[in-house]
């Protein structure tokens, strides 16, 4: 699958989800296997009103929404894939006003199940803001 | 004469006061349409069905992020209400204060980890949570979603939360 294609199926990807489109979820980049996308500050997202942070379950929206475009990438091909386990650790607050972006990988992928392993940060690739790891079905 | 005590009534509405103070002082809660009901101690987290809630348009189903996202609120509204439940009782925290804007600080999620069982359907949802360790510095949290049946749930999530500083600690 060459570059122009990927990207179009991925747009499309994120564009169809009603939930993505609701937190202005946008596509940065894609690869074979990996997806990169950020999420707007938004106050409506604010988990803790007093220090006006994100609210975990928006990070989540974004992570699971990332790993999902990374497994549609992958050079297998699936035609559909869902979520069936994801964790996320959070290692630090985001910092509010910041956009924050995450970065998606399908380190592996069996007929069944796709492995996937994201990052995020708010700008400062080096202090991450959360990490997840997952495994996808797979069909198709 | 002695004071007589208040009534039940007054002391319960006082605390449904400041549950709806509580949960409606986070923006993000209220972007989600979450909603809390109380029966005594126990809470029960209801997401009512809105379309910008779908992730799959062609099932279509729940976004995993919007199920992830009510697990944890869930979960973070419950543990903070069974840690502040015992000090209403013994009075140290002032209901009416707390209905007034004077909120306490929340647990921050360490992990979360969310088992998706089932696809969500368009429908409204409810979610439970069981705080299975409550310690002074953290505490570890079980939450369980489901839709038409209690039975069958469609997510549960095990969280892990650093609990907030409470007067007295250094």
């Given at each position: 699958?060459?570059?122009?294609?990927?990207?179009?199926?991925?747009?499309?990807?994120?564009?169809?989800?009603?939930?993505?489109?609701?937190?202005?979820?946008?596509?940065?980049?894609?690869?074979?296997?990996?997806?990169?996308?950020?999420?707007?500050?938004?106050?409506?997202?604010?988990?803790?009103?007093?220090?006006?942070?994100?609210?975990?379950?928006?990070?989540?929206?974004?992570?699971?929404?990332?790993?999902?475009?990374?497994?549609?990438?992958?050079?297998?091909?699936?035609?559909?894939?869902?979520?069936?386990?994801?964790?996320?650790?959070?290692?630090?607050?985001?910092?509010?006003?910041?956009?924050?972006?995450?970065?998606?990988?399908?380190?592996?992928?069996?007929?069944?199940?796709?492995?996937?392993?994201?990052?995020?940060?708010?700008?400062?690739?080096?202090?991450?803001?959360?990490?997840?790891?997952?495994?996808?079905?797979?069909?198709? | 004469?002695?004071?007589?005590?208040?009534?039940?009534?007054?002391?319960?509405?006082?605390?449904?006061a400041a549950l709806d103070a509580l949960v409606a002082g986070v923006p993000?809660?209220?972007?989600?349409?979450?909603?809390?009901?109380?029966?005594?101690?126990?809470?029960?987290?209801?997401?009512?069905?809105?379309?910008?809630?779908?992730?799959?348009?062609?099932?279509?189903?729940?976004?995993?992020?919007?199920?992830?996202?009510?697990?944890?609120?869930?979960?973070?509204?419950?543990?903070?209400?069974?840690?502040?439940?015992?000090?209403?009782?013994?009075?140290?925290?002032?209901?009416?204060?707390?209905?007034?804007?004077?909120?306490?600080?929340?647990?921050?999620?360490?992990?979360?980890?969310?088992?998706?069982?089932?696809?969500?359907?368009?429908?409204?949802?409810?979610?439970?949570?069981?705080?299975?360790?409550?310690?002074?510095?953290?505490?570890?949290?079980?939450?369980?979603?489901?839709?038409?049946?209690?039975?069958?749930?469609?997510?549960?999530?095990?969280?892990?939360?650093?609990?907030?500083?409470?007067?007295?600690?250094?």
């Open positions: 699958m060459d570059e122009a294609t990927r990207r179009r199926i991925a747009q499309q990807f994120i564009e169809a989800l009603p939930h993505a489109r609701a937190l202005s979820i946008r596509l940065e980049e894609i690869g074979s296997g990996s997806a990169r996308m950020a999420l707007p500050y938004d106050a409506r997202l604010v988990g803790d009103p007093e220090t006006g942070v994100l609210h975990g379950g928006a990070v989540s929206t974004l992570m699971d929404t990332c790993c999902g475009a990374a497994v549609m990438t992958h050079p297998d091909a699936p035609r559909v894939t869902a979520t069936l386990d994801l964790r996320i650790e959070y290692m630090r607050p985001a910092t509010p006003g910041q956009t924050i972006t995450a970065e998606a990988t399908c380190h592996h992928m069996t007929r069944s199940v796709a492995f996937v392993r994201a990052v995020a940060s708010d700008g400062d690739p080096d202090r991450p803001v959360a990490t997840a790891s997952g495994a996808f079905t797979v069909s198709g | 004469m002695a004071r007589r005590p208040e009534p039940v009534q007054v002391v319960k509405q006082r605390r449904d993000y809660i209220r972007f989600l349409g979450i909603r809390f009901e109380r029966r005594g101690d126990e809470l029960t987290g209801v997401l009512p069905y809105q379309d910008m809630l779908i992730g799959n348009p062609v099932l279509p189903a729940l976004h995993g992020g919007v199920t992830s996202a009510f697990l944890e609120v869930t979960a973070i509204v419950g543990l903070s209400w069974s840690m502040l439940w015992p000090r209403f009782e013994s009075g140290e925290i002032d209901a009416v204060a707390m209905a007034e804007g004077q909120l306490p600080r929340l647990p921050k999620t360490v992990d979360f980890t969310v088992d998706y069982l089932r696809s969500g359907l368009p429908r409204d949802a409810y979610a439970r949570a069981e705080v299975t360790r409550s310690g002074r510095r953290y505490a570890s949290v079980l939450v369980e979603a489901w839709q038409d049946n209690r039975g069958r749930p469609f997510a549960h999530a095990m969280g892990h939360f650093v609990m907030p500083p409470q007067e007295g600690d250094r």
